[in-house]
Nanobody, 124 residues
Framework: QVQLAESGGGLVQAGGSLRLSCAAS????????MGWFRQAAGEERELVTL????????YYRDSVKGRFTISRDNAKNTVYLQMNSLKPEDTAVYYC?????????????????WGKGTLVTVSS
C-alpha cells in the first residue's frame, strides 16, 4: 500500500511559479511511476504529467509542455512538480498519483494510489 501526501499549493499571480511536492510512504517507491493529475471546477480530472520509476522517461500534456517539470528523488520517496509561467487556466486541485503502470493511457487507473489533492489558484 502506498500513501501519498501533497503539499505546496496556494495562490499565485499569472506568470508566477509554484512547486508541488508529494511524499510517499512505503519501501517500494522506485517501483512506481509517479504523476500529477488536476481537476478544475466543473471539469474532468486530467493527467498533467508522469515520470517512470527510474526517472528516465516523462510525459507531459501539451498545455504544460515547456512550463512544468516533474522530477523525483527516490532516496526521499518524493516527487516534485515545478510549475512556471502559470496561467489562470492552470487553476485546479492537483492530485499526486502512483501506479505500477506508466502508460499515460492507463496511469492512475490500473493499480493507482492517490493523494487527497492540493489547490492551486492562479489569479489574472
Amino acid at each position: 500500500q502506498v500513501q501519498l501526501a501533497e503539499s505546496g499549493g496556494g495562490l499565485v499571480q499569472a506568470g508566477g511559479s509554484l512547486r508541488l511536492s508529494c511524499a510517499a510512504s512505503g519501501r517500494t517507491f522506485s517501483s512506481y511511476a509517479m504523476g500529477w493529475f488536476r481537476q478544475a471546477a466543473g471539469e474532468e480530472r486530467e493527467l498533467v504529467t508522469l515520470i517512470t520509476g527510474s526517472g528516465d522517461s516523462t510525459y507531459y500534456r501539451d498545455s504544460v509542455k515547456g512550463r512544468f517539470t516533474i522530477s523525483r528523488d527516490n532516496a526521499k520517496n518524493t516527487v516534485y512538480l515545478q510549475m512556471n509561467s502559470l496561467k489562470p487556466e492552470d487553476t485546479a486541485v492537483y492530485y499526486c498519483a502512483a501506479d505500477l503502470a506508466s502508460d499515460p493511457l492507463v496511469f492512475g487507473y490500473a493499480m493507482g494510489h492517490w493523494g487527497k489533492g492540493t489547490l492551486v489558484t492562479v489569479s489574472s
